[in-house]
């Protein structure tokens, strides 16, 4: 594993230190619209424009490249009869350039992950999280790494006077307009190497297929239409899933002032999970971003709540084939109604960075799952009757300090953080009554390092 964080990490080091020549730290890319506008972080999810985003610049010709990306060197250690330890690292890089063509600026997006090289085995652990699939078995108690390909996308902005602009966005992989500015990508998350246990009910859209968004900002308003492929990627994370536009969202994204910025949402995802392929998903969110400049460093919250109404469907009776050839049959013997489960998610999450050298942050969660949580991962698995059944409880803590660097375009950092889950009545047998998770990491970003 060392040597995989070696590579991830030169990975990202080599590409920034191509870009850091006539560097400089920028603050993203305007959405458009009056002086109140915001920033995009994810996709065409957008952060108060007092939220830094560093970023080395360079300009080619008439274009103009930006290079962002982090790397954390993690230890996680999560306790109770479910926990397990491991040393993996989250990571990615952005890359995006900029051009002016005809009445408009053209952008070009790409957004990298190596997660499948140094997340092995398909996940890592994190207690009570649930999603997506590992060789054939759905996920518990563990994250999946990210697609190599998280965005491969271009936009398009049309400014119509001082005070309006169009937006238009779309590729093969990226993120419609559905749900705040995913985890990776929050400045009020920005230090915490670990997704949220809501990434399924709030942002897990931020990698999807076949996405066309269109829009209008005028002044702090923003509104957006996208139609996209709904199924969630696979777990071979190399390459891109094919499938046409089924699923549809909208959302109205505001920027009152400078400090803030919020968004309402909703769209319908069909044939969300590989495993229940006939079930549909309406998911709702809203979020509020805050973000405000101190002398030496910033102070950055988000509120989000999240949530899936997975509709009715009729489940169909078949086999489900998973490696190793065990072929276990549905649930169903006969077409069966399956009723519609609602599943709801609530976060509060703060990012201090104080002193130049200094980040203290903190999380907490309540977060709606399901039932087979009660369940080891095994093939047997997948006959299990999946209902909505506890709500969970975190609450994380930490802390990070900068390292000295020569590197002007990077920012190294070495930290911790831990978390407490209350855990309800109806699954402190199988978890314990007090499970912790404790992460120790270090923090490689490309952008403005400490002065």
């Known amino acids: 594993m060392r040597q ?9 080091l080599t590409s920034a230190s191509l870009l850091a020549q006539h560097s400089m730290n920028m603050d993203g890319m305007s959405p458009g619209g009056g002086p109140e506008g915001g920033w995009y972080a994810s996709g065409t999810s957008i952060m108060p424009r007092s939220a830094p985003m560093q970023m080395t610049h360079h300009q080619w010709g008439d274009w103009t ?85 998280m965005e491969l996308a271009a936009s398009y902005q049309i400014k119509l006077g001082d005070t309006t602009a169009l937006n238009f966005y779309g590729g093969p992989r990226g993120e419609p307009a559905l749900g705040p500015a995913a985890f990776p990508h929050r400045i009020s998350s920005s230090e915490n190497p670990m997704a949220v246990l809501a990434h399924h009910e709030q942002d897990s859209t931020h990698i999807s297929g076949a996405v066309f968004t269109a829009g209008i900002t005028h002044r702090w308003v923003t509104l957006e239409a996208s139609g996209f492929h709904g199924r969630e990627p696979d777990e071979k994370r190399w390459g891109i899933e094919g499938g046409g536009i089924d699923s549809f ?24 999970e590989v495993l229940h392929p006939l079930q549909d998903t309406l998911r709702t969110t809203a979020s509020v971003t805050y973000a405000r400049p101190l002398e030496r460093g910033h102070w ?10 997975d509709l009715e469907y009729t489940a169909q009776p078949g086999l489900v084939t998973v ?27 703060s990012t201090i960075r104080w002193k130049t050298r200094n980040w203290t942050w903190g999380r907490i969660e309540l977060v709606d799952k399901p039932s087979t949580l009660l369940y080891e991962e095994s093939p047997l698995l997948l006959l299990a009757d999946e209902r909505r059944f506890a709500r969970i409880q975190a609450y994380t803590a930490g802390y990070e300090r900068e390292l ?41 970003r490309v952008g403005q390092g400490p002065k």
């Open 249 to 272: 969202s909208t959302r109205i994204s505001i920027n009152p002032a400078t400090n803030w910025s919020g968004q309402v949402s909703i769209g319908r995802i069909n044939n969300r």
């Open 65 to 149: 490249v930006m290079f962002s990306g982090v790397a954390f060197g993690v230890y996680s250690n999560q306790t109770g009869p479910r926990g397990r330890d491991k040393i993996f690292s989250p990571n990615w890089t952005m890359l995006m350039a900029s051009k002016r063509i005809g009445p408009g600026t053209l952008t070009l997006h790409s957004m990298l992950s190596f997660e499948e090289l140094t997340i092995t085995n398909r996940r890592y652990p994190i207690l009570f999280q649930t999603g997506e699939t590992a060789y054939g078995v759905p996920i518990i108690n563990g994250q999946h790494p990210h697609d190599f390909f």
């Open 4 to 12: 995989l964080f070696r590579s991830a990490s030169l990975a990202l």
């Open 323 to 349: 490696p190793g050839g065990f072929q276990p049959r549905h649930v169903v013997s006969v077409p069966t109604r399956i009723l519609r489960q609602i599943y709801n998610s609530y976060l509060a999450e």
């Open 404 to 444: 000295p660097t020569p590197a002007k375009w990077l920012a190294p950092a070495i930290g911790g953080q831990f978390t407490l889950y209350h855990v309800p009545p109806q699954l402190s047998p199988v978890y314990g009554t007090s499970p912790l998770g404790v992460q120790l990491f270090l923090r490689f």
């Open 300 to 309: 950055a919250s988000t509120v989000v709540w999240g949530r899936n109404n």
